[in-house]
């Protein structure tokens, strides 16, 4: 260096200050001589930035290096200096050079790991020529896991590029492995859930199509049972209709006793297959929800009585008793569906008379709430220790029941009955009591149907309410039935808002309670009656005194129950012994009266022992203080005919159980020789007379195509006055109605040939119809035309019903029909006429 030339002069220099030992052998170096290195350098002082050089070969090393210069200013400079300002403010330059290659190694290294990295430093500043600072000229490895990034030396005129690569392809981590198995097994999962949902959507859009198909032809095949019953009802009860018919106008002809005897038996066996058919009727509707109940004013005692009379002659041949009990704290009339109701408690007496041999049976009705607090109260008091004592009457048995006989439900015994019977003695006219106009009160009443018969087998109780099932196979042979009575009754039940159980004790009986609700009566809903709900029962018997004689406290409660109903007074006494010592001790036969009785009732089963038969003589040649007319009359109360004539002598008369009001109060009437005889007559017409009052002179059209119909619809008809004319099809019945006409009411049969009852009714109407157009025309004030129509015919199906009164018909009878449902379907359209005397 000592022996070269000295730099040419120039303007400005830039001479190095070498801070390194390593070239301390160099005396003085101009950065300003060379024309890259004065560029960069102006460059530098001018930017404010550091500015690289191009890359050149380090001595010794022989690396590739490139020299870093910063310039230095004197002071501070603001952000918005000038070029100018910089250069005069320049003070030197710092510079560097950096060995590319050990930077990047020393760098780099510690990123290597475990695999070997090659690394290549390229200058790129001249497009398309890079220049390799760093790294092999021929790239290694795994070329498609490089990673190009540029960096950035602060020379904003220069760009150079790294890039960066495995030697080998890295080996599979198990991670790696597990994750790419996790995937593919989610993937599978993923996948099978939506095969399976897919699938099961698929599934559920065939059960769909089916239960769609199936729902279709559960509907025809609903449709099918109802018109098949419909078909099989008119069938079956077409002919029938003619068979009862007819031995119902023979039984009024002159008949000697066998041939009356004969016709009866015919009838009554005619009657239980229509009742067959009724229930087995009443169950389809059941099943297909199309029974609705009815909501009219009723008398729940003449129910009750009319049930009872209705097992009497059974019950008088199997020497049981039969009685029935209504508590005074239910109202008189309650509206609901009497009918339904009937038919409930006339099964479960049904099926009490049908299976009790010996003992009795005991129908009760009471308030649920009232019954239910009872009963509490008297399981607080034998809880705690606090039970009455029975007293136990000589000749008769220990269980204090009605007959004496042990039932299965130790809950309705005298105590309890009594509990329920001291509620009452304050307030004897409580079911007398009205609601006020408008309220909607409802009343739950509770009904027990007690018996004494073979009871219920513990196996089968469970099965009691299932249709057309015993006890056993033997049930239906020995005693009858078809064993669906049960499950009608459970059904209608559940329809009046209430529910049905029962208790039953093999060889000991059973006792079946049923709650029902019916809402209050008030005295608007009796407003449109035009017959009674009940029997008129006779006043001039109020205030008259009667005495008791009964061993049995429930049954002497039960006649206290029906003479309190005619408003007499009674008085109980358990032995015929006991009323003769009162006799002989007080002033006549005053007992505990403010008056002398009139009567004294007496049961059979008090003469059973010699002793009372004696003390029955001598009450009966009693003479009070000389007078015999003073000796009260004496009534014998029955359960059989064979026991009427073996104490006949010694009464002057005899009442067969079970009690009903008004036979109790004709007898009374008869043996104190009260009341018009002529009108006690007839109230024994009861129905008769009302439809004879209601049909009497009235022209009915009868509209049948078979024969024998008409002739039982003629002769139902002109048996209450009426004067009949029968046709044989809806044509001729047209030619006969054509306004005016003569007829007051039509009944109409519904399946005829040619023209059927729907469509005759509605030409009937449309005639009916024109002719009331031309009267309110002519304003005449005339009556406008409409008949009453009555559908005729043994079809007893709603729909059939519905379909009646869309075509304009006004009602309903099926066939056969009685008196009451003849009644029923007239008398809102007639008026009841006076029955004469003569």
């Not at 760098?107 to 690394?119: K, M, T």
């Amino acid at each position: 260096m000592n022996d070269r030339e000295p730099s040419p002069v120039e303007k400005e220099y830039a001479p190095v200050i070498f801070s390194q030992d390593t070239v301390s052998y160099l005396k003085s170096l101009d950065m300003m001589s060379g024309k890259e290195d004065r560029a960069n350098i102006e460059r530098a002082r001018e930017t404010g930035k550091a500015v690289l050089t191009n890359p050149f070969r380090l001595l010794e090393s022989n690396h590739l290096g490139v020299i870093l210069t910063f310039p230095v200013y004197h002071s501070d400079l603001p952000t918005d200096v000038s070029v100018q300002e910089r250069i005069e403010a320049i003070d030197g330059y710092l510079g560097g050079a950096f060995d590319v290659e050990s930077l990047v190694e020393n760098l780099l290294r510690q990123l290597a790991d475990n695999q070997d990295i090659e690394v290549n430093v390229y200058d790129v500043t001249t497009p398309g020529l890079p220049l390799i600072m760093y790294g092999p000229q021929h790239p290694n490895g795994d070329v498609s896991l490089s990673h190009v990034s540029m960096l950035d030396f602060g020379d904003p005129f220069r760009r150079h590029q790294m890039e960066c690569r495995y030697n080998q392809k890295p080996p599979i981590l198990w991670w790696n492995i597990c994750g790419a198995v996790g995937v593919f097994v989610i993937c599978v999962l993923i996948g099978y859930i939506s095969y399976a949902a897919i699938d099961h959507i698929i599934k559920v859009e065939e059960d769909y199509n089916k239960m769609e198909e199936l729902k279709v032809k559960a509907e025809a095949a609903d449709i099918a049972k109802s018109q098949f019953l419909a078909t099989v009802s008119h069938e079956i009860r077409t002919p029938m209709n003619g068979v009862l018919g007819m031995l119902d106008m023979l039984l009024d002809t002159n008949l000697d006793s066998t041939q009356k005897d004969y016709a009866r038996t015919a009838e009554v066996c005619g009657k239980t297959l229509i009742s067959l058919i009724n229930e087995v009727l009443d169950r389809a509707k059941i099943e297909a929800g199309k029974l609705e109940l009815e909501a009219v004013p009723f008398d729940i005692r003449a129910i009750l009585d009319d049930v009872l009379s209705l097992f009497s002659s059974k019950a008088r041949a199997k020497r049981i008793e039969l009685a029935g009990f209504v508590s005074d704290k239910v109202p008189k009339f309650l509206v609901g569906d009497p009918g339904r109701f009937r038919q409930i408690i006339t099964n479960l007496v049904g099926n009490s008379v049908k299976f009790t041999e010996q003992g009795h049976i005991f129908v009760q009705v009471h308030l649920a709430d009232h019954a239910k607090a009872v009963m509490a109260a008297k399981t607080e008091a034998w809880s705690k220790g606090k039970s009455d004592q029975v007293e136990v009457r000589p000749g008769f048995s220990a269980f204090n029941t009605l007959s004496g006989v042990e039932t299965a439900d130790e809950r309705n015994s005298w105590e309890s009955f009594r509990l329920l019977l001291a509620d009452q003695e304050c307030n004897v006219d409580a079911s007398d009591n009205w609601t006020t106009t408008g309220a909607s009160s409802y009343v739950n009443l509770m009904v027990s149907v007690e018996d004494t018969g073979i009871g219920i087998p513990l196996h089968a109780q469970d099965r009691v309410f299932t249709p057309f099932m015993q006890a056993d196979s033997s049930t239906s042979r020995t005693y009858g039935g078809t064993g669906i009575g049960l499950s009608i009754s459970k059904c209608l039940v559940e329809l009046m808002g209430g529910q049905i159980n029962f208790i039953s004790r093999p060889n000991i009986g059973s006792t079946f309670t049923f709650t029902a609700k019916f809402k209050e009566c008030n005295k608007d809903d009796l407003l449109d009656l035009k017959k009674p709900l009940s029997e008129a029962l006779p006043g001039n018997l109020k205030g008259l005194k009667v005495v008791v004689v009964d061993g049995r406290q429930v049954r002497a409660a039960v006649t206290k129950y029906h003479l309190q109903r005619l408003g007499i007074s009674v008085e109980i006494f358990g032995s015929i012994k006991a009323v003769r010592d009162t006799a002989s001790t007080q002033n006549g036969f005053r007992f505990g009266m403010s008056k002398q009785p009139c009567v004294i009732l007496m049961e059979n089963d008090l003469l059973s022992s010699e002793m009372e038969v004696s003390n029955a003589e001598l009450l009966s040649e009693w003479t009070p203080n000389g007078y015999k007319s003073l000796l009260p009359k004496k009534i014998l109360l029955v359960a059989s005919e064979s026991d009427k004539s073996k104490f006949e002598a010694f009464f002057d008369s005899i009442i067969m159980k079970p009690l009903r009001a008004s036979t109790v109060a004709a007898c009374l009437q008869h043996v104190l020789e009260t009341g018009n005889r002529r009108q006690q007559e007839k109230e024994m017409l009861n129905g008769s007379t009302y439809l004879h009052g209601l049909l009497f002179g009235k022209n009915m059209l009868v509209v049948d195509d078979n024969i024998v119909n008409r002739r039982v619809a003629a002769g139902a008809l002109q048996k209450y006055g009426a004067n009949v004319k029968c046709v044989e099809s809806g044509k001729h019945a047209l030619s006969l109605l054509q306004p005016p006409h003569k007829f007051d009411a039509c009944f109409m049969d519904i399946q005829m040939p040619e023209m059927d009852g729907f469509e005759a009714t509605r030409q009937i109407r449309l005639m009916e119809s024109k002719a009331n157009e031309r009267i309110r025309i002519r304003g005449t004030g005339e009556t406008e035309w409409h008949l009453p129509i009555l559908a005729m015919t043994a079809d007893v199906i709603q729909a059939t019903y519905d379909e009646c009164l869309k075509c304009g018909m006004d009602g309903y009878v099926s066939k056969p029909f009685d008196v009451d449902q003849l009644y029923k379907a007239v008398a809102r359209f007639f008026e009841s006429k006076p029955i004469s005397d003569s």
